[in-house]
């Protein structure tokens, strides 16, 4: 016997309850055929369906369709059926195999059935096959007259479009349902649809359409990862701007589900590796012990505070949670974020300024217009203070007698590399405690604090 493979293994953003979830839910609820699973781009929309789709296929029929990877077909019927085709194949069938991918059974009856929907020219340029291939002599003289143009159909042809939409509906549910019955598994199917948004807005629209008018049928459920904002917007590039794409795309959904990526803790855990750096002296957990001898006043966490009570996290953990959610990172731009940070600081070598070295790493990816003014003399405090007060979102770290954000501490380091040997001189007598080991520690090279610049645009270019 086989060992088992665990299929949330990675499972960082803890994606798998979710899955949970969303099978019982959609299980319970037959009235609910397609699921829109919504997330911006990025954000772990692919991991989910794929990991969600390896563990439901271990009791159901799952099928797992990539739109972008056939937005170049010029009807997507074609292309979904296909896929459906070739992942429901019996194990024993020949074509089945991994050489076999590109062979279509003639004698699949969705197939057949699918060919009145769609323009006969496109069955050969996609399949291979001539039109004729998939009939017998006694009935290709009616499928080839019925395979015209799909729109063209519908409306030249009503009743015998009907009666074929009718006959591909029974043929996708038998064969769906003896994929079943041949592999021991339950019922419904379920077809999962990944980068839906990366498609041709027109390319995405019909698909959606194909599946509304051909596949909401009893036995089959829809899962459609997608960034429903961006969508929306390409839904508007075709229809016009004052069009009201995100109530036409509700007419396709039947449920929503956004995937949460509030909490990056164990992400960033896992991806950040050691890096010999100078500890600012933030207060990971937050928690303050007080007692009657200490009379200075302390500043306790609020909801927009990075603390974390999980075991073993580091300053520099809490650093790049914090900076990911300030600068409104999503999840893949923060996995290539922390590899520049560690191929920066392996350049410059030695115990870093680690929180300068990730600010201008996120500050340099955010391609932001105020990123370049942190050069320049008398603007760099008017591009930190903007970006705060105009694009980020609300952070603070504690340091126990104080709540600063990352303008705060990105300031202090512009102005002692900003400053005269005088006005350098004068800032040592007014240094806080998070101050002063930043101060001592940096103050002692900032010719090499300077490198951090040229350094960090080297890493920008690595992705």
Request: proline share 2%.
């Amino acid at each position: 016997m086989g060992i088992e493979v665990d299929v949330w293994a990675g499972d960082f953003m803890n994606r798998k309850p979710s899955s949970e979830f969303l099978t019982k839910y959609m299980l319970a609820n037959d009235h609910v055929k397609v699921l829109n699973v919504n997330s911006p781009w990025g954000s772990g929309k692919s991991f989910f369906l794929e990991r969600w789709q390896a563990e439901l296929s271990k009791d159901h029929v799952c099928v797992l369709f990539n739109a972008w990877e056939t937005d170049y077909s010029a009807e997507p019927l074609l292309a979904l059926i296909t896929c459906i085709e070739q992942q429901t194949k019996d194990d024993l069938d020949v074509t089945s195999s991994e050489a076999g991918r590109r062979v279509v059974d003639l004698s699949a009856n969705i197939i057949k059935k699918a060919a009145p929907l769609i323009a006969k020219g496109l069955i050969r340029k996609y399949v291979g096959v001539d039109l004729d291939d998939l009939f017998s002599e006694k009935d290709s003289d009616g499928a080839v007259e019925a395979a015209g143009d799909l729109v063209s159909s519908l409306i030249d042809d009503q009743s015998k479009t009907i009666m074929h939409v009718e006959e591909f509906k029974t043929a996708l549910i038998e064969r769906l349902g003896s994929a079943a019955d041949n592999r021991g598994l339950k019922k419904p199917a379920f077809i999962f649809i990944d980068e839906l948004d990366r498609c041709r807005p027109t390319y995405a629209i019909e698909l959606l359409e194909r599946i509304k008018h051909f596949f909401e049928l009893e036995g089959c459920r829809f899962i459609i990862a997608s960034d429903s904002k961006q969508l929306a917007h390409s839904i508007r590039a075709v229809y016009g701007q004052g069009f009201s794409s995100e109530q036409y795309l509700n007419r396709f959904f039947d449920a929503e589900f956004s995937l949460s990526n509030g909490d990056v803790f164990d992400l960033v855990r896992n991806h950040l590796p050691v890096i010999g750096s100078v500890s600012v002296g933030i207060n990971i957990t937050g928690q303050v012990v007080e007692n009657m001898f200490d009379r200075k006043p302390v500043a306790h966490a609020q909801k927009n505070t990075i603390v974390s009570d999980l075991e073993g996290l580091t300053e520099n953990q809490i650093i790049i949670v914090g900076l990911s959610r300030y600068f409104k990172v999503e999840l893949r731009e923060l996995t290539n974020y922390i590899k520049q940070v560690k191929s920066a600081a392996d350049t410059i070598g030695g115990e870093v300024q680690f929180f300068w070295l990730a600010y201008l790493v996120f500050f340099k990816g955010s391609r932001a217009e105020e990123y370049s003014d942190l050069w320049v003399d008398d603007k760099w405090k008017a591009a930190v203070t903007k970006f705060e007060r105009e694009k980020s979102s609300l952070v603070t770290f504690s340091f126990t007698r104080k709540l600063c954000s990352p303008a705060d501490i990105a300031l202090f380091y512009l102005e002692m590399l900003n400053s005269s040997r005088a006005d350098f001189q004068r800032m040592s007598t007014d240094l806080g405690s998070w101050k002063n080991e930043i101060f001592y520690s940096a103050g002692k090279n900032l010719d090499r604090l300077r490198t951090y610049k040229d350094v960090v645009e080297l890493a920008h270019r690595l992705k």
